[in-house]
RNA sequence: GGGCCGCUAGCUCAAUGGCAGAGCAGUGGGCUUUUAACCCAUUGGUUGAGGGUUCGAGUCCCUCGCGGCCCA
């Protein structure tokens, strides 16, 4: 007989159309999920349908495993309790990997396994390739990334992964419905990115012939909107930073924003930490969770730990008193030799890049990181005791930046300075620069009550959850490079 | 960008420089209580791609592709 196997899947398909039979069925009615036909009683009567993962043919007994995103459910076809023709689909028509409904009566097998004793088949899908080995699964992690199907169905411990991130933001929605937080979606195409220091993806409208970039962050749209009144508002939605690939960051990836009018971020530092608390809750039933090799305690109040005070203590640098690029560049370079100053073309830039390389390392429990110097976000409020300094915290876990936020520059003079100094800092070669956006200084000019917004990078937040350490397993579909092609099958005629 | 590891049948994996293999899946046969069903038989390979060394390369060398990990 035929030596592949998808010829001999696509020859089944036609056998059963030969038998009156639509290997491709356009529906099926159920009466219940696998998972809640398994939890009835025995002799009740129902309609299932699933995926075939598995197939146990004894010559007059076939038993078959089938699956849903539920769980599995185990059906039974027996030769004395059907006509012979309908006994024949399972025994010789039906494939791992194909999609069945069955019709019948629930029973319990001597071994106690609740299992449907068929009356009815219908073949739903023929599946032409089979579903990789059904006990270890697809282990190969460029298939896992380019397959993410035969992941999900053949890896439990994925689709309970992914079922988790859905539930995460859903939740996560209901716990901001609750507070008068109203959710709104913002522009991805922008015509100046800002919100983030970060290079863009950019492209072209056509019909308008003008060039967009993608958003970095939705954080000016949804303060145009606290201006237009809306008081609490959050997004939940895609942004893109057009940058390096690590297990920490994606180019595409998923952002919620929050603004909350009269708030400052104080009230933000209590409101993300009831969040985070009410989600470990939730789902891992307490505030720790397990992470690696290490257990991360979200439990209590998190320690704060202020930004200069951090930098200098761990470089013996005090930001306080070094004010100028030339300055902290001598400094650096005469501390660390190593370090690549050409990186680092602005203040800001290498101010930054310090605290990544010598500060941020460190920061593996939960930790309120606060009071970042002006220099480095040209959205945020000064803080009223410390001109050289913001209103502003982070939430640094296991070295991640899963949180930032801030209480708003709502000034329109401040915030056209602190945008023209970024343009300095572009100009000295820093091309992760705010850009200046004249119409959110429009809006500003208009009144912008006292607020506070708060940033959340889903991804990384799921991934803590999850104990996985590549961000890359909690996005369905990661962007990768082109894949090789793929051999196509020829013999379709 | 640099270093290291990997890429072999649909899937999971073997194979001192010496005949490319196993399990699962598939195909044929047997089997009415299995659940990784079992038993017998059996098909299936451009060893990621291209060069080179060698009597002989999955294996050694070079270039390239894709993925992973670490570093920058």
Same mark, same amino acid.
């Given at each position: 007989m035929?030596?592949?196997?998808?010829?001999?899947?696509q020859?089944k398909a036609e056998?059963?159309?030969?038998?009156?039979?639509?290997p491709?069925?356009?529906?099926?009615?159920?009466?219940?999920?696998l998972?809640?036909?398994?939890?009835?009683?025995?002799?009740?009567?129902?309609?299932?349908?699933?995926?075939v993962?598995?197939?146990?043919k004894?010559?007059?007994?076939?038993?078959?495993?089938?699956?849903?995103?539920?769980?599995? &459910?185990?059906?039974?076809?027996?030769?004395d309790?059907?006509?012979p023709?309908?006994?024949?689909?399972?025994k010789?028509?039906?494939d791992?990997?194909?999609?069945?409904g069955?019709?019948g009566v629930m029973?319990?097998?001597?071994? %106690?396994?609740?299992?449907?004793?068929?009356?009815s088949i219908?073949?739903?899908?023929?599946?032409?390739?089979?579903?990789?080995?059904?006990?270890?699964?697809l282990?190969?992690?460029?298939?896992?990334?380019?397959q993410?199907?035969?992941?999900?169905?053949?890896?439990?411990?994925?689709?309970e992964?992914?079922?988790?991130?859905?539930?995460?933001?859903?939740?996560?929605?209901?716990?901001?419905?609750?507070?008068?937080f109203l959710?709104?979606?913002t522009?991805?195409?922008?015509?100046?990115?800002?919100?983030?220091?970060?290079?863009?993806?950019?492209?072209?409208?056509?019909?308008?012939?003008?060039?967009?970039f993608l958003?970095?962050?939705?954080?000016?749209? &949804?303060?145009?909107?606290?201006?237009?009144? &809306?008081?609490?508002?959050?997004?939940?939605?895609?942004c893109?930073?057009?940058?390096?690939?690590?297990?920490?960051?994606?180019?595409?990836?998923?952002?919620?924003e929050?603004y909350?009018?009269y708030?400052?971020?104080?009230?933000n530092?209590?409101?993300?930490?009831e969040?985070?608390?009410?989600?470990?809750?939730?789902?891992?039933?307490?505030?720790?969770?397990r992470?690696?090799?290490?257990?991360?305690?979200f439990?209590?109040?998190?320690?704060?730990?202020?930004?200069?005070?951090?930098v200098?203590?761990?470089?013996?640098?005090?930001?306080?008193?070094?004010e100028?690029?030339? %300055?902290?560049?001598?400094?650096?370079?005469?501390?660390y030799?190593?370090?690549?100053l050409?990186?680092?073309?602005?203040?800001?830039?290498?101010?930054d890049?310090?605290?990544?390389?010598?500060?941020?390392?460190?920061?593996?429990?939960?930790?309120?990181?606060?009071?970042?110097?002006t220099?480095?976000?040209?959205?945020?409020?000064?803080?009223d005791?410390?001109?050289?300094?913001?209103?502003?915290?982070?939430?640094?876990v296991?070295?991640?930046?899963?949180v930032?936020?801030?209480s708003?520059?709502?000034?329109?003079?401040?915030?056209?300075?602190?945008m023209?100094?970024?343009?300095?800092?572009?100009?000295?070669g820093?091309?992760?620069?705010?850009?200046?956006?004249?119409?959110?200084?429009?809006?500003?000019?208009?009144?912008?009550?006292?607020?506070?917004?708060?940033?959340?990078?889903?991804?990384?937040?799921v991934?803590?959850?999850?104990?996985?350490?590549?961000?890359?397993?909690?996005?369905?579909?990661?962007?990768l490079? %082109?894949?090789?092609?793929?051999?196509?099958?020829?013999?379709?005629?």
């Open positions: 035929s030596a592949n196997e998808r010829e001999s899947r020859a056998e059963l159309r030969a038998r009156g039979l639509n491709y069925h356009d529906r099926f009615a159920t009466t219940h999920g998972a809640a036909a398994g939890a009835l009683d025995d002799d009740v009567a129902v309609e299932v349908a699933g995926r993962l598995a197939m146990r004894f010559g007059k007994l076939i038993f078959a495993t089938l699956k849903d995103r539920s769980g599995t &459910l185990q059906v039974s076809f027996e030769r309790q059907l006509e023709e309908v006994f024949e689909i399972p010789k028509l039906i791992i990997g194909d999609f069945i069955v019709g029973w319990t097998t001597k071994k %106690e396994e609740k299992t449907v004793r068929s009356a219908t073949p739903l899908s023929k599946a032409a390739r089979p579903l990789p080995e059904k006990w270890h699964g282990q190969d992690r460029e298939a896992c990334y380019r993410r199907y035969l992941d999900l169905v053949s890896n439990d411990e994925t689709l992964r992914f079922v988790l991130r859905s539930e995460v933001t859903s939740f996560i929605r209901r716990f901001l419905d609750e507070r008068a959710e709104v979606e522009p991805i195409l922008q015509g100046a990115t800002s919100g983030a220091a970060a290079r863009p993806f950019s492209t072209h409208h056509n019909a308008l012939d003008r060039d967009f958003r970095i962050s939705p954080e000016t749209y &949804l303060k145009r909107l606290i201006v237009g009144g &809306l008081d609490r508002v959050y997004e939940i939605g895609k893109f930073r057009n940058e390096g690939i690590d297990a920490s960051h994606l180019q595409e990836f998923t952002m919620l929050w909350a009018t708030f400052n971020y104080r009230d530092m209590i409101l993300i930490r969040l985070i608390q009410a989600v470990l809750e939730e789902f891992k039933g307490g505030t720790k969770v992470y690696e090799d290490q257990e991360l305690d439990g209590g109040e998190w320690p704060e730990v202020d930004y200069f005070d951090a200098n203590e761990r470089t013996g640098i005090d930001l306080g008193r070094v100028s690029h030339d %300055e902290l560049a001598r400094r650096v370079g005469e501390k030799p190593g370090f690549d050409s990186q680092y073309p602005s203040y800001p830039a290498l101010v890049g310090l605290y990544k390389k010598m500060v941020r390392p460190e920061l593996v429990q939960p930790t309120f990181l606060v009071h970042h110097p220099e480095l976000v040209p959205l945020a409020r000064r803080s005791e410390n001109p050289r300094v913001l209103d502003m915290f982070q939430v640094v296991n070295t991640w930046e899963i930032k936020a801030y708003e520059l709502i000034d329109p003079v401040d915030q056209r300075n602190r023209m100094e970024q343009q300095d800092y572009r100009d000295q820093d091309d992760e620069t705010m850009m200046l956006e004249e119409d959110y200084i429009l809006c500003m000019e208009h009144g912008m009550p006292p607020n506070s917004g708060l940033g959340l990078g889903i991804d990384r937040f991934a803590l959850l999850s104990n996985v350490e590549s961000l890359r397993d909690v996005v369905y579909f990661p962007t490079r %082109e894949a090789a092609p793929i051999a196509a099958a020829e013999d379709d005629d």
